[in-house]
C-alpha cells in the first residue's frame, strides 16, 4: 500500500471551499485543487495511503460536515478512490492554472509556459507537498497586504536598482515560499524564511530558483521564531506570518524580539471569530491593528508596532 494514494473527491458549495483547503491542508493532503461544477465546487486533494487509514477519511467527513453547519450551508460529499504512485503527482495539476491576485501579481504552476506578455509579477510555483498555491484566501490576503505594504515604501529606501534597500523581511511558516517571493519581486532586500516542515523549507528553496531568486536574498531555514533571533543581524523591517491563530498568540511575545520600533507585521490564517484572541494578544505585546481585511470567513491583520 505505500505506493498508493487516496484521491479525494469532495463537492461543496462554493462558500465552504476555502475552509475545506484549510482541512485538507492540515489533514496532510499533498496538492489540493478544485474546478467549478455548475453552482458547486468540485475539490480534489491526495493522501499517501501509508499516512491514512479509512477511519481517518471518515472523522474528515465528519469536520467538514461540522464545517458547513458552522457556516450554515449545507453538508458536503465526500468520496474517496485509491490510485497509483505515478498518478497522484500529475492528477492535481491538471485542474490548477495561472491566477491573478491582487493587482500586481500572477501565480504561474511551474509546469505550464509563461505568458507570452503580462505586465503582472510572476510568481512561478510547485508546491509539492508544501502549503501555498494562491488558492486560499490567507495566501491572497498576504499577498494583497505585502503589495499595498511595499508600494508604499518611502522613496529613500529605493535604489537604483529598483529595490527596497536595506528592506529586510521575516516569513514566519514559509510554506511554499510564496509570499517570501512576492516580498522579493516587490523589491525586498532580503527575506529569512523559516518553517518547522523540512519539506515546506526545500519547497521554498526550490521555488527560489525557479524564479531566479539569488540564495543572499532569500535564506530559508527550519526553525521557528527562536532560529529567527539567531540568524537575522539586526531588528526585521516588516514580518508576513500566514499559519494558525493559536500558533501566532503563542508566538507574539518573541516576534517582538526581532522587530524594531517602526516594524509592521501581516498576520493570516485567522478565522473571524479568533481575530479578536489575536488582536489582543498583539496589542498586550506592543503591536497596534491598524487595518483587518476579511475574505469570506478569514482574515487578515496588518499591524505595527505601537
Sequence with gaps: MANTWWELQILCEPDLEDLIFWRLEDFGCRGTASENKENSSLVRAYLPTIQTQLLDLAALSLWLRQDALCLGVSSPSLQWQLINEEDWATSWKQYWHPQEIGD????????????????????????????????????????????????GVPQSFVGASGKHEHLVIADIGCGSGILSIGALLLGAEKVYAVDTDPLAVQSTISNGALNDISPERLLPAQGSVDLLTKLVEKPVDGIVCNILADVIIELVPEMSAIAKPETWAIFSGILLEQSKAVADALEKNGWVVATLWKRKEWCCLNVRRS
Design 104 to 151: 500586481r501579481f500572477l501565480i504561474n504552476p511551474a509546469w505550464l509556459p509563461l505568458p507570452e506578455t503580462t505586465e503582472r509579477l510572476v510568481i512561478r510555483l510547485d508546491p509539492g507537498v508544501a502549503f501555498g498555491t494562491g488558492n486560499h484566501a490567507t495566501t491572497q490576503l498576504c499577498l494583497e497586504s505585502l503589495e499595498m505594504r511595499l508600494s
